[in-house]
């Protein structure tokens, strides 16, 4: 039996200059470095893009290239970086054919101009001089009420001491914008 001596494991190099050596070495090209970053960011960004900004290529011709670039990125960079383009031409085709949402803020026609100069409480407050008001409709829902129990009462009643002093702050806090209304007027 013949004594072979194996070589001892050369350590391995961490350093910064290795790493980008060697990611060279691997990917073969800086090309396809920069091909396989950008088509990282692209399908990173591409579900989360604008309809609006992908719609130039929502036809016969953009459907093409989506089915073609990937072929041709697979044929010059190798089968890792054409599945990735694949990956990244799917999501931008599945993009597309989304139905067309209302994106940002939908411009409404019900836009008024203010032209009374008395102003509300909040606005003065806050010192607020609106211009225009593009709704004066406010949708609410009522609210329903929870079955809680009372420190005086028993679960599920309410005390009368509770009611009695909701309804009278529900009475003051009317009585006060009442006020508050009628004084505004007057000036």
């Known amino acids: 039996m ?6 001892p494991v050369p350590e391995m190099d961490t350093s910064f200059e290795n790493w980008i050596l060697n990611t060279r070495l691997v990917l073969s090209f800086p090309i396809t470095i920069i091909s396989v970053l950008s ?3 692209a399908g990173t960004f ?6 609006k900004s992908l719609e130039f290529m929502d036809n016969t011709i953009g459907t093409i290239f989506f089915f073609i670039a990937p072929l041709f990125v ?5 089968w890792p970086s054409g599945l990735l383009a694949a ?3 799917l999501i931008i085709f599945t993009r597309l054919q ?6 940002g803020f939908v411009d409404s026609s019900d836009t008024t101009i203010v032209s009374n100069p008395k102003r509300w409480f909040v606005e003065k407050i806050l010192g607020e001089r609106p211009v225009a008001i593009s709704s004066d409709r406010v949708i609410t829902a009522a609210v329903e ?15 009368k001491g509770t009611s009695s002093s909701n309804t009278t702050s529900s009475h003051s806090s009317t009585s006060l914008l009442d006020q508050f209304n009628s004084s505004s ?3």
């Open 2 to 7: 013949v004594n072979a001596k194996v070589p």
């Open 39 to 41: 088509l990282l960011v």
């Open 46 to 51: 591409a579900e989360v893009a604008p309809r």
């Open 74 to 78: 697979c044929l010059s960079l190798g």
């Open 87 to 89: 990956v990244v031409s």
């Open 98 to 103: 989304e139905s067309d949402i209302n994106e």
């Open 145 to 159: 009420e929870d079955n809680r129990t009372s420190s005086t009462g028993s679960p599920g009643t309410s005390s």
């Open 185 to 187: 007027s007057n000036k």
